[in-house]
């Protein structure tokens, strides 16, 4: 069944100027590898579409069941003259908790 | 040497708050309380202040965190460590003489750390911007600041010749809780695995609360008991490099592993390549284990050698930024919104101001998650514009909410609640120096 991942894991966003990390942890040990193998560098590129205009990059951190994406390109110009309204871009965590991942067999 | 050092963080920005650091102080049982008071902007505005006024240019709330730590420095031998001291660490200096004198703390060491202001080496360069290729001496009048990040290195002088309060400017986050590990433990400047690990712990711990709680609560999903009184950070440093993250007990917030891994990879890339002046440091196989009680175990982190240069951050004017918001309510609040933000642009692109330099979002609806909002989420009953664009001339930007606030009489039924700013703006960017183009110098005074 397809669920959000808000329901099954957690993570945090920060910003280096133009570029925007947001990380993810599932609640569940067991859900690692289900995040792993469809929160792909691919799928947030395309959950974020046009709000990411360079690429996105996946680094894993299996010690502490982590992934992290690096999103190029979420600011106009970096965070101090970025006219957006969240000129850091630390609520993007909550838009990658929007996207949803397919749990087999409806377990969770 | 097998006894662990007790870090505190007092402060994880700026404007942070004043009385978990006070906690720290009288409760923590710490031997270092260091503050991380520097956003990337922050030393550009105190550069500013520091033209209009030499004694000024340190950072904000100086007087008040000094005034609440001093008094522990002189009596408990509490070492604090701070990057307050912005563009002007001399003047942090002596007006941190001048409140231990009023304070009556009696003998106190106090060090000021200069050498990250390298504005006129880079003037006199032909170092590129790294964002844009573009020298930086192109910058002209428009450059306003230019730090290098300096690493622990530089903190260490003060930290031996026994000074109870090192002012810094620019310094690596990190390396403020970094500097104190390599003077109690001796470690070598070379010891890279020694390095990485203590700049794990200062990561985890330079945003205060972003580790104990803050920046994590999601009520009925992560729960965090107390967060109004959330207690700042301290960090039980073993000499091997292992330590654990905890808090005051009875202080609010929680330490847990869900809080240090959130912590952990904040604003990092490349998790087994996080530069610092000191090291490159690597959490790619970081290892945490809850102990309970607010406890946290973290051990694995690794290391690299340093970067050869370091890294210059440059405060450069880039024009204003014009806002205006207004509001609407009730059965047709998103299409009203939408309709007021259409009018604007159409008047602003009538006065010279493009449409694709203009910002509209509707707060409450997308102006945070735009595309990703619009397609999860339903209408919402309140719609507020907002309408934002940085300009190069002032009077343009103030333009922008004019335009919004005109909507009163002229826009859509039921327009309340307008308000407009226009603002300088400092965008931040970036080169990169040889180490040997910057020297760091040590003032130290004493007070009686």
């Known amino acids: ?108 | 040497m097998t006894k662990t050092l007790r870090i505190g963080c007092g402060a994880g920005y700026a404007g942070d708050r004043i009385d978990p650091a006070v906690t720290l102080a009288e409760r923590g049982n710490i031997r270092y309380l260091c503050f991380e008071c520097l956003a990337e902007r922050t030393i550009a505005i105190a550069q500013l202040e520091k033209a209009a006024d030499p004694g000024k240019g340190y950072g904000p709330f100086l007087e008040e965190r000094m005034e609440a730590v001093l008094p522990f420095c002189a009596r408990d031998g509490l070492v604090v460590v701070t990057n307050l001291g912005a563009a002007n660490p001399p003047a942090a200096l002596e007006k941190t003489l001048e409140i231990a004198r009023r304070l009556g703390t009696g003998p106190l060491r106090i060090g000021a750390v200069t050498g990250d202001d390298v504005l006129e080496t880079v003037l006199a360069g032909n170092d590129p911007v790294a964002e844009t290729g573009v020298p930086v001496r192109d910058l002209g009048d428009r450059l306003l600041s230019a730090n290098a990040y300096l690493g622990a290195e530089a903190i260490l002088p003060a930290l031996r010749a026994g000074c109870r309060v090192v002012l810094t400017g620019r310094v690596a986050d990190p390396s403020l809780f970094l500097a104190p590990m390599i003077h109690e433990f001796r470690w070598d400047l070379r010891d890279w695995r020694l390095l990485g690990a203590g700049t794990a712990l200062g990561h985890l711990l330079e945003c205060a609360a972003q580790v104990t709680g803050g920046f994590f609560a999601d009520p009925g999903v992560k729960d965090v008991p107390r967060l109004e009184d959330v207690g700042f950070p301290i960090a039980e440093v073993s000499p091997d490099g292992d330590g654990v993250i905890t808090k005051v007990p009875g202080t609010g917030g929680r330490v847990d592993l869900r809080t240090c891994r959130e912590q952990m990879l904040y604003e990092i890339h490349d998790p087994s390549a996080y530069l610092t002046p000191d090291v490159t440091a690597d959490f790619s196989a970081v290892v945490m284990e809850d102990l309970g009680r607010d406890r946290v175990r973290i051990s694995h982190a690794a290391g690299r050698a340093r970067p050869e240069s370091l890294k210059v951050s440059l405060g450069v004017r880039e024009g204003f930024l014009g806002e205006g918001e207004i509001s609407f309510a009730g059965r047709g609040a998103l299409e009203r919104a939408r309709m007021a933000g259409e009018i604007v642009l159409w008047r602003l692109e009538r006065a010279g101001i493009p449409r694709d330099s203009v910002k509209v979002e509707i707060i409450g609806y997308n102006a945070l998650l735009g595309p990703i909002a619009e397609r999860e989420f339903p209408v919402p009953s309140d719609a507020r514009l907002r309408v934002a664009a940085r300009l190069d001339d002032r009077r343009q930007a103030e333009r922008v909410g004019e335009e919004v606030e005109a909507l009163y009489l002229n826009g859509p039924a039921g327009a309340g609640g307008a308000r407009k700013s226009a603002r300088p703006v400092i965008a931040v960017y970036t080169t990169f120096l040889p180490r040997e183009r910057v020297r760091t110098e040590l003032t130290i005074r004493e007070a009686p």
Do not use: C, W
């Open chain 1, 1 to 108: 069944m397809k669920r959000k991942l808000h329901e099954i894991a957690h993570g945090r966003a920060g910003d280096k100027g133009d570029i925007t990390n947001v990380s993810l942890f599932p609640y569940r040990p067991e859900h690692y590898a289900l995040l792993r193998e469809q929160v792909t560098a691919a799928a947030v590129k395309a959950h974020f579409g046009d709000m990411v205009r360079g690429e996105v990059l996946r680094y894993e951190v299996p010690s502490i069941r982590g992934l992290n994406f690096v999103l190029h390109g979420t600011r106009s110009g970096g965070v101090s003259s970025a006219p957006d309204l969240d000129a850091h871009g630390k609520s993007l965590s909550f838009g990658l908790l929007e996207m949803e991942i397919e749990i087999p067999g409806g377990e969770g």
